[in-house]
């Protein structure tokens, strides 16, 4: 039988009514309350001819909306997309469009959604508003952006037979006693938002904030973050009692990073996923007495493998193309075949990365858009980001290439210090580490200091933007050079 996340919302208000649903520094909801909610905005979408096949956008950062509104869609048949995502992209067909008062340019005919679709009470006859619908049907439920191979985003659609098969690879994380976890991602990024359905189906809360001390009082044990969030929230933190887990996604952690966490949480993990495949494997870490860290991967629910290009495995030790396949995975992208090709082959999903399995334990090395042409030679520039992030005094970096006078790409990189440390400071030890990673085109011309690393919203570098700040800056510097000499 499925794993209907909204049908089973009703099972666990009645189980566990007032249980902490979900909650923030402001908000706090509890199931009973949820349930009354979820009931209330499927009957006020019902009423605007929401139905079985229905497409509905809503564009709102509160996350009791996005929450009741997939639920919602989910008692109903209906798909949902984030509205705040579709600006000119390619992606499902909208039937209704739904936006709270907070969204200043809210897509047109969209209709808003006041403070009385959140409003409890008791009186909702749950039978009569899914008369007729049949829950077993396997229809799109989320539509999911992704930025994919290319970083040119796109769409994936998630129906209920994908979305149990999810649940059910991620429901060993909610095993033993009820309690709380964290999403630092925000509530509509694939990542928070697929572990949150999951964690809702067994009584969890679903905790909105990046305050250690609130997560105390919300009994939190479980912690999703980007390596980047985790590190601006527990650089300077003060040692006190651990959080059960964390688990970093959306890009590596280094040795120094775990160190750090390992001051606050017993587990430390490292996931490896998208939201075409979801969860795809974690490493989880170990702290040895020496200071050490080791990896131990375990695998998710879809297989994977590293092949070469003609789709032969590789040896271990051999870097290797990153493919992959199961009940969970997308089967392709939502009216964009020119997206698919290359992507989607043979029954295999290719996220575009690049993989190693050093003795076991399975580590991405880069991707293919992150190989940089520097003067004719080729850089892993996820190499590079790891080796600068490795020297004392970085806490998190990211490399790029930019246009130079001589018509050759110059490799640059964006630094965050730590504090009292410069960029110029660490200059040597950072071009040793690149040279060591990368061969001698790897060290970066110049480095410079940044306040945040420019990321997607699931974590993952963003070096287009890298690039826009520094040519921007590039231009201002002439600009000011041009007036003073004028």
Known sequence: MKILPAHRLIQNAGQWPESIALADEITSVSYRSLLHV??????????????????????SADPLVTYATVLACGLLGAGWVDGRELSQQQGPVITHAFHTDEVTDPAKNSSPITADWMGTGDGIDFAELVRGIDPTVDRPWLYLRSSGTTGTPKFVSLGTEIMDARIRATSAEWAGDRAACVFLFGATAAPSLIRALSATTAGWGLIHS?????????????????????????????????????????????????????????????????????????????????GSVERTTVPGAPEVELVD???LAVDKGVEGIVRIRGRGVATGYVNNPEAESGTFKDGWF???????????????????????????????????????????????????????????????????????TTPREILNEARIAALAA????????????????PRSPNGKPDRKACL???????AEVKKSAQLTSD
């Open 438 to 453: 990368a061969g001698s085109a790897g060290p970066p011309k110049r480095l410079y200091g940044i306040e945040r690393v």
């Open 350 to 420: 290719y996220p575009g990365d690049l993989g190693e399995d050093r003795d076991g334990v399975l580590t991405i090395t880069g991707r293919f858009n992150d190989i940089l042409n520097v003067g004719g030679s080729k850089v892993n520039a996820v190499l590079v980001d790891f080796a600068l992030m490795s020297v004392p005094g970085v806490r998190d970096a990211i490399c790029f290439t930019m246009p130079s006078g001589t018509g050759v790409d110059e490799l640059l990189a964006f630094v965050v210090t730590e504090s009292g």
């Open 468 to 474: 826009a700040i520094a040519a921007a800056a590039r």
């Open 210 to 290: 990046a305050d250690p001390s609130f997560w105390r009082e919300r009994r939190v044990s479980r912690v999703f973050g980007a390596p980047a969030q985790l590190d601006l929230i527990f650089r300077d933190a003060p040692k006190g009692p651990k959080f059960g887990k964390v688990l970093a996604g959306g890009g590596p952690v280094s040795d120094a990073q775990v160190r750090t966490l390992f001051d606050h949480f017993s587990v430390v993990a490292n996931t490896y996923g998208s939201t075409e495949a979801n969860v795809v494997f974690v490493n989880e870490c170990r702290l040895c007495e020496d």
């Open 38 to 59: 979820v009931g209330r905005v499927a009957g006020e979408l019902r009423s605007r001819g929401v139905q079985p096949g229905s497409t509905i956008s809503v564009a």
């Open 309 to 311: 290009e003609n789709g």
